[in-house]
């Protein structure tokens, strides 16, 4: 399994681009990077997940550059809704049924 | 509506008295788990099951047991719960496994006295 590691903490103001950016260094070929978000005492949900270069959805933009052994989340201006604990995941069917959260990265938005 | 339920959502018990939390889903998925979350130390596989009868520990298994009879469900079974399982318990569930996108339940806040 390939260990990821981000920042413990982001602040930002409301209205602003967020971007956490996590590393992978050990990713293998078969791998995908998942992010997910979880609020205070519900479980984690899923945002995005690619491959490589870069996927956009509704919720957030996933940019992994060509070496893929880094990943970023943005999320773009943001409310104070999206004030919560943000993880970065890396897995594949070689993984089998492990799978390691990390500690996450706690993004507080204020006004 | 997709989802994965738990039973009970909070419980509160003493040392000794075995308890199952269950966990359900009606997505039609292979691949479900179990993490325990507790401050400062994140979230914890339990075990995972990769179809019916196939399960595997992950890296907190100590403590705890499971079955996978049926597709939909997989229960949590805590034979002989200590304060040290205090704890809030997740369960999720995906269409092949780890790899996947993971569907989690709503969780369990477990208080052993």
């Known amino acids: 399994l390939a260990k990821t590691t981000q920042p413990i903490s982001m602040d930002s103001y409301e209205g602003q681009e967020v971007n956490i950016t996590c590393s992978h260094n050990n990713i293998a070929t078969n791998d995908y990077i998942t992010w997910y978000q979880q609020f205070p005492s519900q479980g984690p949900r899923f945002i995005i997940q690619g491959y490589k270069t870069k996927v956009t959805n509704e919720v957030a933009s996933l940019f992994i550059p060509a070496d893929r052994k880094s990943s970023t989340l943005s999320l773009p201006r943001v409310s104070l809704s999206d004030t919560a604990v943000y993880y970065c995941?890396?897995?594949?069917?070689?993984?089998?049924?492990?799978?390691?959260f990390g500690a996450g990265t706690q993004v507080v938005v204020t006004p | 509506e997709a989802q994965v339920t738990q039973n009970p959502r909070y419980l509160i018990t003493v040392t000794g008295k075995k308890l199952t939390v269950t966990c359900s889903q009606n997505m039609n998925h292979e691949y479900m788990s179990w993490y325990r979350q507790d401050p400062g130390l994140g979230l914890r596989q339990i075990y995972y099951s990769m179809n019916v009868e196939v399960t595997d520990k992950g890296d907190v298994p100590e403590g705890y047991k499971v079955s996978r009879k049926e597709k939909r469900n997989f229960p949590l079974i805590l034979e002989s719960p200590s304060p040290n399982q205090t704890s809030l318990y997740f369960c999720?569930?995906?269409?092949w496994g780890a790899g996947e996108t993971q569907y989690f339940g709503p969780g369990t806040r477990l208080l052993v006295l």
């Open positions: 995941l890396v897995g594949s069917t070689d993984s089998w049924g492990k799978l390691q």
């Open positions: 999720a569930s995906s269409f």
